[in-house]
């Protein structure tokens, strides 16, 4: 055991298979393992039929590593088999979008009204000199423009840069230069925590650096004050308003670039993660058909993501919108006005899918089952989780409190990289376990290796590693080719390594254990942050916890643990809860992963995403200045936390 790659040391028994009445009605059966086993490429074929072709490809791949090319030869334009296609098949009346603001204005906008929406927007674009191959930066509050200004910009062939609403103008203008971007589509401002706040200042900001961009396009949807230069920027409302509400689709290649999307690098520069047109638009439909098991005519689904992740590409705008499906979103805040709003939602739109981050059901964990139990959830039938492993204990509460003990959960992995779900259940096929993804999707293969590339066996840990081609692969990183082999190529050559530890149970469950620059090493033990979280957040005191390796004299790193506690329980106090913590993490995975000293803190500090951000706990931890926290949702945090452990007790 001491020589894996990662140790195994927790342990999860209890298992939930799928009723017979959801089996009975699943689109996922059993036997799609055996038909993607037999011919995978066929079996792509057959997914990549879901989509409306100009011209059939003609060869399924063409994988020259670490570059692939999929349904080559073919032509379509993404917005096709999103839009056009439903209103031809008698659908136009069909609900896309449920919109809520976080003010409480509503909109619903169909299918038909969409595509006009669609088409305007991009007869505009047209209009200001934007065609196939340029670059447009997305930089926007959470509301119906976003998603048009995507779908307008694939229709033209150009290649859009969604930047999240909530980062830095720094941030913006980096993405902007990476990308050379000609036009910067914002908005005035958005809702956040029952205020309006700016988004143009940081636009205008951002532009005060080199770029190209020829002009910037505004939505109003706050009405606030706005600077304004003249010639540059524009009015939504003046240019797309009066457009023709008819577009003529142009076709482009399988391989047509569809969008960048930047994720955070090692070093200070973001890498742009480019994907294509037909191989990400197949596995993105394909996944979210058989994952969530969408019934486009009946089914509501809430995916929570922000436009501005790849979450928010996959599964809010082109996954959903190529099956038809009719969608919740909601721009604000998920205790605005209060910490019952989103079950409030659920409610009022009989959401029936629930896809939401880890992070997110430990803060409604937090703040007590009170809230949801408020709320009529009894419409939901499947829940799904993304971004971060979920320890089994929010895993259970998420299937009682929210599910009512009824709906499969569906928990996810993928990354911006892989464009789509890579390893997930299926509902209605797969028994699953709190806290594991369980296996790779048909189609998908994935394994679990040591440090030689060789394959664990069953009960071991080690890398998650990738072996075979998939169709929503990444093409590359945008103008880093050499940074692409050597990021995600080069750990194992010709393998994609994708930085996340997992490890195989006894029956070959997957467990993912998190990024493995989390691994700590305790005495030459190779041990998971997310093992030691987990264990603490499995006692009833906690709702989230963060770990930490920090150098230790005596064994190579210690431990260090913060916790938030949970709202409406009693705490025992002080030193006494800590050693009793201690304590829990050594019956639940071994003395050996006992922290060295324990924090509760009111807040951890996390990116806007919801990822918390380890490296600079790390920093405290290890009595460094801390690093750079600009990314932070609240760069206050640190601050707290730095003065807390300087006062906190280590263990005798």
């Not at 806007?608 to 951000?613: F, L, P, T, V």
């Not at 949702?633 to 006062?647: F, H, Q, T």
Request: charged residues 20%; aromatic residues 8%.
């Amino acid at each position: 055991m001491a020589n894996d790659s990662i140790e195994n040391l927790s342990t999860e028994t209890r298992t939930f298979a799928p009723s017979a009445a959801f089996t009975a009605q699943a689109n996922a059966q059993a036997a799609l393992y055996g038909e993607a086993e037999k011919d995978r490429l066929a079996f792509w074929d057959k997914q990549a039929e879901a989509l409306i072709w100009e011209k059939k490809w003609d060869k399924t791949l063409e994988w020259e590593s670490p570059y692939a090319k999929w349904f080559v030869g073919g032509k379509l334009n993404a917005t096709v088999s999103a839009l056009d296609r439903h209103i031809a098949e008698g659908n136009g009346n069909r609900t896309a979008f449920h919109f809520e603001g976080e003010p409480g204005d509503t909109r619903t906008i169909s299918y038909t009204q969409l595509l006009a929406d669609v088409s305007k927007a991009a007869n505009a674009l047209t209009s200001i000199g934007i065609s196939s191959g340029d670059r447009v930066a997305i930089y926007m509050p959470l509301i119906p423009e976003a998603v048009v200004a995507m779908l307008a910009c694939a229709r033209i062939g150009a290649i859009h840069s969604v930047v999240f609403g909530g980062f830095s103008a720094d941030a913006l203008l980096s993405r902007i230069q990476d990308a050379d971007a000609k036009l910067v589509i914002t908005a005035d401002g958005g809702f956040r925590k029952g205020a309006a706040f700016a988004l143009k200042p940081a636009v205008d900001d951002a532009l005060k650096g080199q770029t190209n961009v020829a002009h910037v396009l505004v939505v109003k949807r706050t009405g606030q004050e706005t600077a304004w230069v003249e010639g540059r920027d524009l009015w939504w409302h003046d240019l797309v308003d009066p457009q023709a509400s008819t577009h003529t689709p142009e076709f482009f290649d399988s391989e047509h670039p569809l969008f960048i999307l930047y994720t955070s690098g090692t070093t200070a520069k973001p890498k742009g993660i480019f994907h294509t047109t037909a191989g990400y638009l197949t596995q993105a439909a394909y996944t979210h058909k058989v994952v969530f098991d969408i019934k486009p005519s009946s089914d509501v689904y809430w995916c929570t993501a922000d436009v501005g992740w790849i979450t928010g590409h996959s599964y809010m705008v082109y996954g959903p919108l190529i099956n038809g499906s009719t969608q919740v979103i909601y721009e604000g805040t998920p205790d605005t006005p209060h910490k019952g709003r989103m079950f409030e939602i659920i409610e009022k739109y009989g959401v029936t899918i629930l896809y939401t981050a880890p992070t997110l059901i430990r803060t409604w964990m937090k703040w007590g089952d009170e809230f949801p139990n408020k709320c009529n959830l009894s419409t939901l039938r499947l829940l799904g989780s993304v971004g971060e492993p979920i320890n089994p204990e929010a895993w259970m509460w998420y299937r009682q409190v929210i599910g009512g003990d009824r709906c499969p959960i569906v928990d996810t992995w993928w990354q911006t990289e892989t464009g789509a779900i890579m390893i997930s259940p299926l509902p209605g096929v797969t028994a699953t376990k709190p806290g594991s993804a369980m296996k790779a999707l048909p189609g998908i293969s994935a394994q679990v290796v040591d440090d030689k590339g060789v394959a664990v066996p069953n009960g071991h840990g080690g890398f998650l590693i990738l072996d075979q081609p998939w169709p929503s692969m990444l093409r590359g990183v945008w103008g880093e080719d050499e940074r692409y082999k050597e990021t995600y190529w080069s750990r194992f050559p010709g393998i994609y390594f994708a930085g996340d530890g997992a490890k195989l149970d006894d029956d070959g469950a997957i467990w993912l254990m998190g990024r493995v620059d989390d691994v700590m090493n305790i005495s030459g033990h190779r041990i998971s942050t997310t093992e030691v979280e987990s264990a603490l957040v499995s006692h009833e005191a906690v709702a989230e916890a963060a770990v930490v390796g920090a150098a230790d004299a005596l064994t190579g790193q210690g431990i260090v643990a913060f916790v938030i506690l949970r709202g409406g329980v009693a705490h025992a106090d002080g030193d006494h809860l800590i050693k009793e913590l201690r304590d829990h993490v050594a019956k639940e995975i071994g003395a050996i992963a006992k922290p060295r000293q324990i924090m509760v803190v009111n807040e951890l500090p996390k990116t806007r995403s919801g990822k918390i951000m380890r490296r600079l706990l790390k920093d405290v931890a290890e009595n460094r200045a801390v690093g750079d926290a600009t990314t932070l949702a609240d760069p206050n945090v640190m601050k707290l936390i730095s003065e807390g452990l300087k006062s906190s007790k280590d263990e005798d």
